[in-house]
């Protein structure tokens, strides 16, 4: 069974950093590209990075509201992606879920999500 | 960036009647390299994350009821829900992916 798993969300104030996990299992996920989305309470859906695999270059992209704050990143071996977020604001207070992406499904640029995480809230408040 | 614009906000549909939800993007997200759109639909119950549905605008994601059912081409997009169910009750998001993702608005679809 595909599972994604977020963790390390919470209580942070502006301006601090705070890093999310994404632990995988039940598939090879040195096969697929990862996705961070977010959704702020009561509000839509937000793409805010991806990384492909390393087979299609390790591409990372960036939403415009995140780029050079946020670090997407993975580690193969541990089956486990991570978003590194920086210089906080208020604005990214937002579950925030993991998604798997098959390459078959990509464009050039970006994919679809075929398996999302049940999400982990940060709250980024003083 | 490309604009995705989804109508109507929400929706009432009565018991096994049909549920139609229209998505326009800003721009053709026609992939040239397959002859595909690239589009994808989720569901999102409350409380749950989102699922997909659909994907090249028109492709039935693994296990999703055949009523749910995706169509169009180029900026214009549709999702049909035939024979609408109660658990059918859901906000549904379009996303293009030609580009750096972009997910419309969200309807929401609720029994009458």
């Known amino acids: 069974e595909v599972q994604l798993v977020e963790s390390g969300g919470g209580l942070v104030q502006p301006g601090r950093s705070l890093r999310l996990s994404c632990t995988t299992s039940?598939?090879?996920?040195?096969?697929?590209?990862v996705s961070w989305v977010r959704q702020a309470p009561g509000k839509g859906l937000e793409w805010v990075a991806f990384?492909?695999?390393?087979?299609?270059?390790?591409?990372?992209e960036y939403a415009a509201s995140v780029k050079g704050r946020f670090i997407i990143s993975r580690d193969d071996s541990k089956s486990t992606a991570y978003l590194q977020m920086n210089s906080l604001k208020i604005e990214d207070t937002a579950v925030y879920y993991c998604t798997r992406d098959p390459h078959p499904h990509c464009s050039g640029t970006s994919c679809p999500h075929d398996h999302w995480g049940q999400g982990t809230l940060v709250t980024v408040s003083s | 960036d490309i604009v995705m614009t989804q109508s109507p906000d929400s929706q009432a549909v009565s018991l096994g009647e049909r549920a139609t939800i229209n998505c326009k993007s800003s721009?053709?997200?026609?992939?040239?390299?397959?002859?595909?759109?690239?589009l994808a639909w989720y569901q999102q119950k409350p409380g749950q994350p989102p699922k997909l549905l659909i994907y090249w605008a028109s492709i039935r994601e693994s296990g999703v009821p055949d009523r749910f059912s995706g169509s169009g081409s180029g900026t214009d997009f549709t999702l049909t829900i035939n024979n609408l169910q109660a658990e059918d009750v859901a906000v549904y998001y379009c996303q293009q992916y030609y580009t750096t993702p972009q997910f419309g608005q969200g309807t929401k679809v609720e029994i009458k």
């Open positions: 721009q053709s997200v026609f992939f040239s390299s397959n002859n595909k759109n690239c």
């Open positions: 990384i492909r695999s390393k087979v299609y270059g390790d591409i990372r």
């Open positions: 039940g598939f090879k996920f040195g096969d697929y590209a």
